[in-house]
């Protein structure tokens, strides 16, 4: 529609019918060139898979935490070393009862349990496993969501004062299942004026359970609180305070109530000082990852400069018939800027979708490909969770589609510009 210049207004329904049909005409024609669907084809698989990696990203972060906050305390207060009343050095927590009234107390804190942990040999028959026993009591192993209400779990949960719980790991490297009688050797155990003399018991297996993480499932074993004190020689004693908070992503701000419950011998272990590392590190190959998958987004959006260019070479005449029939140079830029810009969208539209759906059913397609592989293709010895995490958000699905608009629409600049420049008469010289 005209303005009261007597020119039309940008991007008006003639700029679009003209890429639209530039769009459509055929190569023999001047058309669009074998490097722009080349350019489609690039763009929309460099979407699906930035989406993908992004979504993977996501879950496996969002698993690896969950797991770990589920199973495991979210900080563990400990005793430094003292001097007890038999002159030896200790980090045992006598009066633990009293360490955790106090913790409890604490604002966001939702339950603190005594813990006794000890690493020992677990036999069956002539199955041997290294596990690490977790001396509990049954209210506070209620308290783990990831135990208490794992994934996968076999035998009953409400029986573990009468015998032991182990994971899922431990059951197949011992090829033990409920009802079975696992014997706990603790090396150290008895000391005599003949030496120390090895711990033997044996319990029977009451429950099974998957918490999701295989180096949890293939050493952790609970064991009653007061069995585990006898066991491990700590009469009367805990070895550490497992703490719970509302809020275990920012469980440093606990840190100074907590020593201030416990006292000047406490310590402060948390789930972020044992993982740290590795989170860390997942945030730098997360960084790196969105650079590489960035990349090649701009890598498949600079074909769309190839195309544009064999495009407006094509159609110089056609250009300088439109130049001397009125448009202006605006008007030319415009035209050659939608051809471009419309093979970005519809190649960011498609890898949209398609990534979507990736990340929505990226467990189904793992298992279609261990089913035709005939193995496993997702280890999750080397991985520690058993699955292909993930968690599709909106936030890295807006980037994707943000980071490819720009792209390409930046990237057909260059060839409009060149298109807006041509010369009428030279373009029409030699017709």
């Known amino acids: 529609m005209a303005n009261k210049a007597g020119k039309t207004a940008p991007f008006s329904k003639y700029e679009w019918m003209i890429a639209w ?5 055929q190569r023999s024609e001047g058309g669009v060139s074998i490097l722009s669907w080349i350019a489609l084809g690039g763009i929309t698989l460099s979407v699906f898979a930035l989406i993908v990696v992004m979504a993977v990203r996501s879950g496996f972060r969002t698993d690896f935490v969950d797991t770990i906050i589920g199973a495991n305390a979210h900080t563990s207060v400990r005793s430094s070393v003292y001097v007890d009343e038999n002159g030896a050095t200790s980090r045992q927590i006598v009066d633990y009862d009293d360490w955790v009234d106090r913790l409890v107390r604490v604002p966001g804190v939702l339950s603190a349990a005594p813990l006794v942990k000890g690493q020992v040999l677990a036999n069956l028959r002539a199955a041997n496993a290294g596990v690490e026993v977790y001396g509990i009591r049954a209210d506070d192993l209620m308290q783990l969501p990831r135990i208490a209400a ?3 779990s076999e035998g009953d949960i409400g029986r573990f004062e009468e015998g032991i719980a182990i ?3 431990v059951a197949q490297e011992l090829g033990a299942v409920v009802g079975d009688r696992v014997r706990i050797i603790n090396p150290t155990g008895t000391r005599s004026p ?5 711990r033997v018991n ?3 297996v009451v429950y099974i359970f998957q918490a999701g993480r295989w180096d949890i499932d293939r050493t952790r074993v609970y064991l009653p609180f007061a069995e585990a004190q006898a066991f491990f020689n700590f009469d009367g004693a805990a070895s550490e305070i497992e703490v719970m908070v509302d809020d275990p992503e920012n469980i440093e701000q606990w840190d100074e109530p907590l020593l201030r419950a416990a006292g000047d011998k406490a310590l402060l272990w948390s789930w972020k000082d044992a993982w740290g590392n590795f989170l860390r590190a997942l945030v730098i190959e997360d960084i790196m990852m969105i650079i590489i998958m ?3 987004v701009l890598i498949a959006a600079l074909n769309i400069i190839s195309g544009l260019i064999m495009l ?3 159609k110089g005449r056609d250009i300088g018939i439109l130049r001397t029939m009125g448009l202006t140079r605006g008007a030319i830029l415009r035209v050659f800027f939608l051809c471009g810009a419309l093979v970005g969208t519809v190649a960011t539209a498609l890898g949209t979708v398609l990534g979507c759906l990736f990340a929505l059913n990226v467990n189904n397609v793992v298992g279609f490909i261990n089913w035709i592989s005939g193995q496993e293709v997702w280890d999750a010895s080397i991985r520690g969770i058993y699955r ?3 968690e599709l958000q909106a936030g890295d699905v807006a980037f994707a589609v943000a980071l490819a608009l720009a792209l390409s629409w930046g990237a057909t600049i260059i060839p409009a510009r060149r298109a807006a420049r041509l010369d009428p008469v030279e373009a029409l010289r030699y017709e």
Do not use: H
Request: without cysteine.
């Open 21 to 25: 049909r530039y769009l459509r005409s």
């Open 194 to 198: 003949m030496g120390v003399t090895p």
């Open 167 to 169: 994971g899922w790991g």
């Open 202 to 204: 044996a319990y029977e």
């Open 388 to 390: 292909v995490p993930s």
């Open 312 to 314: 407006v070479k094509n």
């Open 150 to 152: 794992p994934e996968q």
């Open 294 to 296: 960035s990349i090649l």
